[in-house]
């Protein structure tokens, strides 16, 4: 029986190895680890790539979110409209700036943020729409830019999981006034550490970004404003330019993968399959079924994660607890039953093995692996 990671960073390495490490060394050589040539190099193809007039490198997905709010001059005071399915990063920042996370309920097909419910919770304090493109699916974002622009809001898109994904024919991190891009080594597009991106069409925003992650400074030892210390190295930024030039065949191979699961899996009972975007083009950074489960505690999906793990098949469960509900949120008020689709989603979610060089034999041992699983834990109402 062979073993199956959620996903396998060496097998991506190895059809690189030889370009990565000449330019790596190349690199090194040089003697210019910060900043520099690959670096501007990097944010000019990224740029090109996302089809905005700027991109601007940074140390992590994260510090991409929080230079966006604080270059939109997002802060104390203001609320920030945003989904409580995605990982802690997108609301931490938000209260790193001095603001305060709103949080809507999301899609139950999608695991988005749900457009419908936006307008609803927009007061006079509402400063901001954070969408997260979960999972490699991108929001509606029709529909955000629309309820954005008739309340003059801005929209930071969270792109982490989303690198080349598309709505109504443009990439996600084009559409809003800034799209946020991680680059962890687990992303479509991964470096070999942490990095990150911003882009824009605003060439204000840009500046401003550029200054905040170098401290704040004008010019060298002129500091206009407090910022921090966040830039991409040049050795990522290298790595990462080598890896764009393949990041549209390794979606495509993602999206070959997610066709041969739902071939796969169609006729399994009480479970549900993602579905593509209609006017979009995921990139499945994850493949994530719900699994039915009346209790809503959870137990049934980990009993089903419990018996692929003994079959030597990784899962992941992200997340297993949303945002409102965590213990660094208590004080905003929300309650078990607030957003109904969101806990729910939290009980049922499973993310299956996801990566490019996932062979069809290994899909297959998955899909035998999940009905076996599901034979044992047979839903009850």
Request: proline letters at 7%; hydrophobic letters at 40%; one cysteine or more.
């Amino acid at each position: 029986m062979n073993r199956i990671p959620p996903l396998d960073l060496t097998r991506q390495y190895a059809s690189l190895d030889a370009d990565v490490s000449a330019a790596v060394l190349a690199v090194l050589r040089s003697g210019r680890y910060i900043g520099g040539a690959a670096v501007s190099d990097f944010e000019t193809v990224f740029a090109e790539y996302i089809g905005t007039p700027y991109a601007v490198g940074c140390n992590s997905g994260t510090d991409a979110l929080y230079l966006a709010l604080r270059a939109c001059d997002i802060g104390p005071g203001d609320e920030v409209i945003t989904t409580p399915l995605t990982f802690i990063a997108t609301a931490e920042v938000i209260c790193r700036v001095g603001a305060t996370p709103v949080f809507i309920d999301i899609d139950p097909t999608t695991f988005n943020l749900d457009p419908n419910r936006i307008a609803p919770a927009i007061t006079p304090r509402t400063k901001a729409i954070i969408p997260v493109h979960l999972f490699g699916r991108p929001v509606d974002m029709t529909a955000v830019i629309a309820i954005a622009q008739s309340h003059n809001l801005v929209v930071l898109e969270d792109c982490a999981q989303s690198t080349g994904a598309m709505w109504a024919g443009q990439k996600v991190g084009s559409m809003g006034t800034v799209g946020c891009f991680s680059f962890f080594p687990t992303k479509n597009l991964g470096a070999c550490g942490d990095g990150g991106a911003i882009t824009t069409g605003d060439e204000a925003i840009a500046h401003r970004i550029r200054q905040l992650r170098e401290h704040g400074q004008s010019e060298r030892y002129i500091h206009t404003q407090t910022g921090l210390n966040s830039r991409l190295d040049a050795l990522q930024a290298t790595i990462l330019a080598i890896k764009l030039r393949h990041l549209d065949h390794w979606n495509q191979q993602r999206q070959a993968v997610a066709q041969r699961y739902d071939t796969l899996l169609a006729q399994l009972p009480t479970i549900t399959l993602p579905t593509a975007p209609p006017s979009g083009q995921a990139v499945w950074n994850q493949y994530t079924i719900r699994v039915a489960d009346p209790q809503g505690d959870g137990s049934r999906r980990n009993g089903i994660q419990a018996i692929l793990q003994d079959q030597g098949i990784s899962s992941m469960v992200y997340y297993p607890r949303p945002l409102h509900l965590q213990p660094v949120y208590q004080h905003l008020g929300y309650r078990q039953g607030d957003l109904p689709q969101a806990e729910q989603a939290a009980a049922e979610v499973l993310s299956l093995p996801m990566f490019p060089e996932l062979t069809p034999e290994e899909q297959e041992q998955v899909a035998y692996g999940l009905k076996a699983a599901l034979a044992v834990h047979q839903a009850k109402p």
